[in-house]
Nanobody
Framework: QVQLVESGGGLVQAGGSLRLSCSAS????????MGWYRQAPGKQRELVAN???????NYADSVKGRFTISRDNAKNTVYLQMSSLKPEDTAVYSC?????????WGQGTQVTVSS
């Protein structure tokens, strides 16, 4: 069983920055996949960014150049550095991991960007 705990969300003005953290109960170096997803009110959940076990990263077009996903295996933590935030980035951000064929989710953290 893997537990994921997100932190770092909050209220920020447009143009500002936030860094989200996802701390895992297990050794993330053995995780096949970790990702950040978000869901805005009335919208479907969407992929924001992911990072594979080999370090390959992928980003949604809407966040390319503004967000950066990274992992610290020693701390069992994945980060999402968000810059140049826009009101349309407002959503609940959730961490996701795939390990041994199972998918795990965190509880989510709210990010609100004011205009």
């Amino acid at each position: 069983q893997v537990q994921l705990v997100e932190s770092g969300g909050g209220l920020v003005q447009a143009g500002g920055s936030l860094r989200l953290s996802c701390s895992a109960s297990g050794s993330i170096s053995s995780f096949n996949y970790m990702g950040w997803y978000r869901q805005a009110p009335g919208k479907q959940r969407e992929l924001v960014a992911n990072i594979l076990s080999g370090g390959t990263t992928n980003y949604a077009d809407s966040v390319k150049g503004r967000f950066t996903i990274s992992r610290d295996n020693a701390k069992n933590t994945v980060y999402l550095q968000m810059s140049s935030l826009k009101p349309e980035d407002t959503a609940v951000y959730s961490c996701n991991a795939i390990y041994r064929g199972y998918t795990y989710w965190g509880q989510g953290t709210q990010v609100t960007v004011s205009s």
